[in-house]
């Protein structure tokens, strides 16, 4: 089973035409709303429907949750980590207690999950992965891309995470030990990236500015400054 | 392959595996994509389907369905199955349902579309 590079997910292949960066953003909406609603976009709102009028939950609560899903971005994990950058007492409860430190600065969690916060050093650095689905710290990044999701970074993320991060042109010295950590339902990770130097002097705003997505899953460093792409 | 890693290795269990170059691909959700997301996330609010159910219930597909269905394809399925097991829905409700939605929506765009 498996054939090399064909997987078990393919979300988002029918739309994207093969081009995977972010902000590429035809208003891909309108060309659904005009069709016909497909199979499963009637499945779901008909499951919706159902148990609305069952009365297992108010479709106002529906709308709210989608409200709260745009409302999450990685600028929380960023304030995040940019705050524990510069305040020392913060990092160390923040480390201690991944969701009362983000919880201190007034990010919420809406679901019963606990987050623990990996720390990358010279000598350590953090990644994380879900093997079996996509478990995500949702409530400080917003949604995972598509490629945390699919196969090939769920496979090889936990044999050999060397080669997974220099195919995102990381490359992490022999001498550092690099941890995996597998989510599951219940914990999600977080990685606290090392601060880049040359950044002493900056704002803490300043500094979250340059926390991505992608160094706090833990496949890139955060960097200053930053490299063209 | 021998049965016995069939038994061993459930769909989902895909950590160690061989596979192939990671693609760095994302796509903004579509609406009902969103909408699904929405819906697990109430549906675990309420102790109706958990997290974990819902994993399981998409490990439930099978390899093929797994294969061949997108990522919230596979959710949309895996609750309207485990709802069934919990008798909170019948398959005979959702067809019902869905064949009311299909007929809602060819006589809004009949009427949006008077020519066409």
Redesign the interface.
């Known amino acids: 089973?498996?054939t090399?590079?064909?997987?078990?997910?393919?979300?988002?292949?029918?739309?994207?035409h093969g081009h995977?960066?972010?902000g590429h953003?035809h208003p891909?909406?309108e060309i659904?709303?005009a069709d016909?609603?497909?199979y499963?976009?009637?499945?779901?709102?008909?499951?919706?429907?159902?148990?609305i009028e069952?009365r297992?939950?108010g479709a106002d609560?529906?709308?709210r949750?989608?409200e709260?899903?745009d409302s999450r971005t990685p600028a929380l994990g960023a304030k995040v980590v940019a705050r524990a950058w510069v305040d020392e007492g913060f990092r160390r409860r923040l480390l201690e207690d991944g969701r009362k430190g983000c919880e201190e600065l007034g990010i919420t969690f809406?679901?019963d999950t606990q987050l623990i916060v990996l720390e990358n050093t010279p000598k350590v650095h953090n990644l994380i992965?879900c093997?079996?689905?996509?478990?995500y710290p949702r409530p400080v990044l917003g949604?995972p891309?598509?490629?945390y999701?699919?196969?090939?970074?769920?496979?090889?993320?936990?044999?050999e995470p060397r080669a997974?991060l220099e195919?995102?042109g990381t490359r992490i010295p022999d001498d550092v030990e690099i941890i995996v950590s597998?989510s599951t339902?219940?914990v999600r990770y977080l990685v606290l990236p090392m601060r880049p130097p040359g950044t002493e002097t900056m704002s803490e705003e300043d500094l979250g500015a340059l926390v991505t997505r992608d160094a706090m899953i833990g496949v890139i460093p955060v960097e200053y400054p930053k490299e063209a792409a | 392959?021998s049965s016995e890693l069939l038994v061993k290795k459930l769909?989902?269990?895909?950590?160690?595996?061989?596979?192939?170059?990671?693609?760095?691909?994302?796509?903004?959700?579509?609406?009902?994509e969103?909408?699904?997301?929405?819906?697990a996330?109430?549906l675990?609010?309420?102790k109706?389907i958990?997290?974990?159910e819902k994993?399981r219930g998409?490990e439930a597909l099978g390899?093929e369905m797994?294969?061949k269905?997108?990522?919230?394809?596979r959710w949309?399925?895996a609750?309207?199955n485990i709802?069934f097991q919990k008798g909170?829905?019948t398959p005979g409700?959702?067809a019902i349902?869905?064949e009311e939605?299909?007929a809602r929506?060819?006589s809004e765009?009949a009427r949006a579309h008077p020519n066409a």
């Open positions: 089973m498996g090399v590079g064909d997987d078990n997910d393919h979300d988002g292949h029918d739309h994207d995977g960066d972010a953003g891909h909406e659904f709303i016909a609603p497909g499963y976009d009637l499945m779901e709102t008909a499951v919706r429907e159902l148990l069952r297992l939950f609560e529906i709308r949750q989608i709260v899903l809406y679901d992965v093997t079996l689905c996509s478990c949604l891309p598509d490629w999701k699919l196969k090939p970074y769920r496979a090889r993320a936990v044999y997974v195919e995102f597998d339902a219940m | 392959m769909p989902n269990d895909i950590g160690g595996d061989a596979s192939g170059k990671i693609e760095r691909v994302e796509h903004e959700l579509l609406p009902w969103k909408r699904c997301h929405a819906l996330d109430v675990d609010f309420h109706i958990n997290t974990e994993r998409v390899s797994i294969g269905l997108s990522y919230y394809e949309i399925v609750f309207a709802l909170i829905l409700d959702l349902k869905m939605l299909e929506h060819t765009t």
